[in-house]
């Protein structure tokens, strides 16, 4: 009843072609933005913002980074928290190496750094294809990791490996209460999805759905299987790097290399099979669902156990956990392969005809 | 057939091609016209697929050599022969099952499309106008092969000869000079095959393409094709008008089989 | 000289370890295509049921044959509820999914037996030969010869198995093409069974090998990553390619361990050492640009 699209009709291709075609999808999304640019700021407290938005968008964007490489171009990568891990690492340096550094431009600057790996541990990607080039990524997450904590150039010849980032200045306004930091990420992220968007919905997107879909194909019509690929991997890596600063900078305030290990990286791939492949709206749902998970488990399960009087203890939780994403795994790749993001949409198609039912 | 049939624009000379000890195709030798429909047609095997590849750069023969539009290649890559106006559907559907109809055509043309990602991503003047320049061509063969209704559908969702269709959609959407097409009606109904014949006149007919296809029907090779060749085992063993090739007696041996 | 003999033949030896875990992971993929990730949480399962059940006070041979039970049923209860169901969907699903199933039993075991790290005893001692180290004066353990040895008879059995018996010919026509094995008769249901089974007890042994090496502990899981070099030598559809596989990796990452981080530390001072974390990888790596089949793997040709 109220998520109809009759009376709106494109009458030309530029309309049919919006992000959002539906009038109703259109006022939701502004709605959405105003709440996380205004309500939100202005309601929710500090452990919102530390323990839940900022990791949550944060997450978003490394497994956007991630879709766009797996999801997308269909190159199956294990090793995205390496490139975190680059990006962060690149941040630091650049920011306290350089005096007077612009923060963004370090961003930048560790976003393209880690492109760079990217499209080096890409290579392979010509003559390797499906897991192989999985096993290729691990090759990346594990060789980056051992870099930054052997090499001590890159930690600012800091003991442990572990580095503690300066705080954000921008224009004369500190970053330093949870609300600017979030609005900063906030900002960030939003940007770089319009981005990520308008990039897999052109000739970019389809040239690297066509490399997934069917590669020969694809060289056939003339799309070029080296460049296509290797986008994919500077895109993806550029991602996930802004995403390992943003971790460093704005939500941890100090790393170390051995936090950016394989289990993260299976998370952010847990996220956008969970969310959705091949999605952006997926990328951000996954990642919502695999951090709430963890805190829901924390307070449900105490009071569970208490329940049917079994004993447990933070250890059995965090067993549980494990199980819980398991099974969820195996659960969405055989119930709904496309994710919460096709439920989204099924459920979206049902509203259209609400409230009759077919 | 209504568009006069030019001059040579393909000229294989001597083709072989052998998959390590399988000889797939021995000293083949053949041209094309351009504006004409050249048929290949044989019995199963007698690699006719492997022609097609060779022609389009898939597959690299060991000996023999390629003149196209006067240029020689003889080890052209795919992506050469796509800029250099060649287009093809495949026997199997090569479709991009996870994409629409529309995305499918759209990717036919991205030869043609000149902007980067980063302009892309920004979606600002140039890539916006781009893209709507494009998909006004695209919708010119969506209309012409009369598949407005499914425009957005995945094409993995589609019945198998509406497939077959929007492949041939995405080999025209790349406005190719020379067409080839492998087995555009199998497994097609009488009706569908009609559909099928019709569109491929029309695009013969109104855009001057060449058409270089495999088919197996012969009701529509003798009525449809200016010329045809005929290979069995990897070799030619006819090549004329299809009256011609109708009554000689290797190919009539070939396909109904003699005492050997 | 001797040194570079004795780190050899240990890395030699440790390779024959990773092997038996590798040789888990080609039975499955021959036998069904499927890729099991979950290869190394199984080892660590299997062990862990081993120990759990010995401190219930089951002797060794009970505890090895329970858990050889708990590993078979564990395996059958896979194929029927989680892979059967993803029959259709590309590999890549289906190996995500065998992902979903190592956490999975990452988090269970330890739930049902505790996850402090525990000993295992099964009455061999890890201490260098007399003999060889009075005559040669190289330091290699009893243990991993004994593991060597008992792996080598294992593969030697299992590479007969396949090739000579008939339902080792089934296990490979079922991996080929399940629809014609099934047009021929081979009950699929079976044999996924057996092979499972199989794997279980493959994954039983290397736990025991494993654990009583290094203890029972969290990181056996890890060793099934070490695995995937193993298998990108060997290819993924080949028994001896294991060993081959297995081997190499050995060898060849105690060797970078040991030679390469002087060399680093000359050039940049510092210390280099924790190369056998990545090396495998990298070495698989460049093994794939060469030949992306492996020593004894299938070639994969793509028909148009």
């Not at chain 2, 995945?154 to 041939?168: A, C, D, F, S, W």
């Not at chain 3, 041979?61 to 059967?84: D, S, Y």
């Amino acid at each position: 009843m109220f998520y109809r699209e009759t009376g709106q009709f494109k009458t030309s291709y530029a309309a049919d072609q919006q992000i959002f075609p539906i009038r109703q999808d259109r006022v939701g999304i502004v709605l959405l933005l105003a709440a996380a640019f205004v309500v939100v700021p202005l309601t929710a407290g500090n452990y919102w913002f530390n323990a839940i938005l900022i990791p949550f968008l944060i997450f978003a964007l490394a497994a956007l980074g991630l879709n766009i490489l797996t999801g997308y171009a269909g190159q199956l990568s294990l090793g995205s928290a390496a490139f975190m891990a680059v990006g962060a690492y690149a941040a630091y340096n650049f920011q306290v190496r350089i005096d007077g550094m612009p923060i963004l431009l370090s961003f930048i600057l560790a976003g393209l750094t880690a492109a760079g790996v990217g499209i080096l541990f890409g290579l392979p990607s010509l003559r390797i294809k499906g897991f192989y080039l999985a096993v290729a990524t691990l090759a990346a997450q594990f060789f980056i990791v051992w870099c930054l904590t052997k090499f001590p150039y890159l930690t600012n010849y800091s003991s442990s490996g572990v580095i503690s980032v300066p705080g954000i200045e921008m224009l004369g306004f500190r970053f330093d209460t949870p609300q600017s930091r979030y609005l900063l990420v906030l900002s960030i992220v939003a940007v770089l999805a319009l981005l990520a968007k308008n990039m897999v919905r052109s000739t970019t997107g389809r040239a690297w759905m066509a490399v997934r879909d069917m590669d020969v194909a694809a060289e056939v019509i003339g799309i070029p299987l080296l460049r296509t690929k290797l986008l994919a991997f500077a895109v993806s890596s550029f991602y996930c790097g802004i995403a390992g600063a943003l971790y460093a900078f704005c939500y941890l305030g100090s790393v170390e290399p051995d936090g950016f290990s394989l289990d993260m990286s299976f998370k952010i791939l847990f996220m956008i099979i969970v969310g959705g492949v091949g999605s952006i709206l997926g990328s951000f749902l996954g990642a919502a669902f695999i951090l709430l998970l963890p805190i829901f488990l924390d307070i449900s399960l105490p009071w569970l156990a208490g329940l049917l009087h079994l004993p447990f203890d933070s250890a059995t939780v965090s067993h549980i956990q494990l199980m819980v994403f398991g099974a969820l795994i195996m659960f969405f790749l055989i119930v709904e392969p496309h994710g919460l993001a096709r439920l989204w949409q099924i459920g979206k198609e049902k509203l259209r005809l609400w409230p009759f039912p077919h | 057939m209504a568009r006069e049939i030019g001059e040579v624009i393909l000229d294989l000379k001597n083709i072989s091609l052998a998959f390590g000890g399988v000889k797939a195709l021995t000293d083949i030798s053949f041209d094309v016209r351009e504006h004409e429909i050249r048929a290949i047609i044989g019995p199963n095997g007698a690699g006719k697929s492997s022609m097609l590849n060779v022609i389009n750069g898939v597959y690299h023969p060991q000996q023999g050599e390629i003149v196209f539009r006067g240029e020689h290649r003889r080890d052209m890559n795919t992506h050469a022969m796509a800029a250099a106006g060649i287009a093809r559907t495949f026997q199997n559907i090569a479709l991009f099952k996870g994409m629409s109809v529309l995305d499918n055509l759209m990717a036919g043309r991205n030869l043609k499309m000149k902007c980067n990602f980063i302009q892309h991503a920004l979606w600002w003047g140039p890539a916006r106008r781009e893209e709507l320049e494009h998909r006004r061509k695209v919708e010119e063969v969506i209309d012409f092969l009369e598949i407005e209704h499914i425009r957005k559908t995945p094409v993995g969702r589609l019945p198998y000869g509406l497939q077959k269709r929007v492949e041939l959609g995405r080999a025209l959407a790349a406005e190719p000079s020379m067409l080839l097409l492998d087995e555009p009606m199998a497994g097609m109904n009488v009706e569908e095959k009609q559909d099928m014949c019709r569109f491929i006149l029309d695009v013969n007919d109104q855009f001057g393409t060449t058409i270089v296809l495999i088919e197996h029907d012969m009701g529509v090779v003798m009525d449809i094709s200016d010329r045809v060749v005929v290979l069995d085992y990897g070799k030619k063993i006819g090549d004329g008008v299809p009256d011609e090739v109708k009554n000689n007696p290797e190919v009539i041996a070939a396909y109904l089989g003699t005492q050997h | 000289m001797q040194f570079f003999l004795e780190v050899l033949i240990g890395g030699l030896l440790s390779g024959v370890m990773y092997s038996l875990v590798a040789l888990g992971f080609v039975l499955i993929f021959k036998a069904s295509g499927v890729f099991n990730f979950a290869q190394g949480a199984m080892v660590y399962f299997a062990a862990l049921s081993v120990v759990g059940c010995m401190e219930k006070g089951a002797p060794l041979w009970l505890a090895l044959i329970l858990a050889f039970v708990v590993m078979t049923l564990f395996g059958i209860a896979t194929e029927k509820f989680v892979l059967r169901k993803m029959v259709n969907q590309p590999p890549i699903a289906l190996f995500m999914a065998t992902i979903g199933l190592a956490f999975f039993i990452e988090g269970l075991a330890p739930l049902l037996w505790g996850n402090e790290v525990r000993p295992l005893d099964i009455g061999l001692v890890d201490e260098p030969i007399a003999w060889i180290l009075d005559n040669w004066n190289m330091v290699i353990s009893s243990f991993d010869l004994f593991a060597a040895g008992l792996a080598l008879v294992l593969v030697a059995l299992l590479a007969l198995f396949f090739q000579y018996t008939r339902i080792g010919r089934a296990l490979r026509a079922v991996a080929d093409d399940h629809q014609a094995a099934l047009s021929i008769g081979i009950p699929l249901q079976h044999i996924w069974a057996l092979v499972w089974a199989v794997a279980g007890f493959v994954a039983l042994v290397a736990g025991m090998l494993w654990g009583a090496r290094n203890g029972v502990q969290f990181a056996l899981t890890f060793t099934a990553l070490k695995a995937l070099p193993v298998l990108i030598l060997g290819g993924f559809t080949s028994v001896p390619g294991a060993i081959v596989g297995g081997l190499i990796i050995g060898a060849s990452e105690k060797l970078a361990e040991i030679y390469i981080p002087p060399v680093l530390a000359g050039w940049f001072g510092g210390n280099f050492g924790g190369i056998e974390g990545w090396f495998p990888y990298v070495m698989a790596l460049l093994f794939l640009l060469v030949r992306p089949e492996g020593l004894f793997g299938e070639k994969h040709i793509d028909r148009v």
